[in-house]
């Protein structure tokens, strides 16, 4: 069973318009979740973390986490073109398994 | 940014050759990650690596897989004999550490491999 589940796995919005994109964990022992996003042909890179429950806001961006629900969310809003990209949730516990475990992504399009 | 660099970008082999993927971690970083990507779907885990040992690995590395980082040089990943089904971009990342903020990965641009 998938340990991180995204959704939708695909998404296209307006340009200027709301992005949500969802990730769930079946592992309770996750404590630490990032979200990364990854242009074609590049690497990931790092786009919000989050490790406390509630809101955290950067620029455009809001990631939300509930981790009585196991449910990590980002919103991008006044979507660009330049934001379509593939999105990945990580998530690690706080000891033990020290590597990242993604989800399988979430493919953003945003149209002019 | 904090870069990490990978070299070869792209790299094209013969089915059973070998193949070393080579990795340059930002520099005071102590972790570090080797992961596989198939056609630009999930990031899937293969090893991770401090301190000269490998910490974990998943069931994607295979006996065939090593690897290392002698002192002052690239974190290698060494393919030897490689199959059909090692053709994928591999991603080396690090991090300075394994909390909250020193746990983010900063990831290369991918070795793609292409094995014939």
């Known amino acids: 069973q998938q340990k991180v589940q995204q959704s939708p796995e695909s998404l296209s919005v307006p340009e200027g318009g709301m992005a949500s994109l969802n990730c ?61 990209a593939l999105y ?3 998530a690690r ?20 | ?9 792209h790299q094209i082999i013969d089915m059973g050759q070998m193949v070393t993927l080579n990795c340059d971690p930002v520099s005071n970083h102590l972790y570090f990650y080797w992961y596989k990507q198939i056609l630009g779907q999930q990031m899937e885990f293969l090893v991770n690596f401090y301190n000269g040992k490998v910490m974990e690995k998943s069931k994607l590395f295979k006996d065939q897989f090593s690897v290392e980082r002698p002192d002052g040089s690239y ?25 909250g903020n020193t746990g983010q990965l900063y990831f290369g641009e991918g070795s793609k491999l292409t094995v014939l």
């Open chain 1, 24 to 84: 769930t964990s079946s592992d309770r022992n996750f404590q630490y979740f990032w979200w990364y996003r990854q242009h074609s042909g590049e690497g990931p890179k790092a786009l919000m973390s989050i490790f406390s429950d509630g809101d955290k806001k950067e620029g455009r961006f809001t990631a939300h986490l509930n981790k009585a629900s196991l449910h990590v969310s980002l919103h991008i809003r006044d979507s660009q073109p330049s934001d379509s």
């Open chain 1, 88 to 90: 990945f949730c990580a």
């Open chain 1, 93 to 112: 516990t706080s000891g033990g398994n020290y590597k990242p475990t993604f989800g399988k992504g979430t493919s953003l399009v945003v149209h002019p």
């Open chain 2, 1 to 9: 940014g904090p870069k990490v660099l990978q070299i070869p970008s």
């Open chain 2, 75 to 99: 974190f290698t990943l060494k393919i030897q004999p490689t199959a059909l089904e090692d053709s994928a971009v591999y991603f080396c990342a690090s991090s300075s550490g394994l909390g």
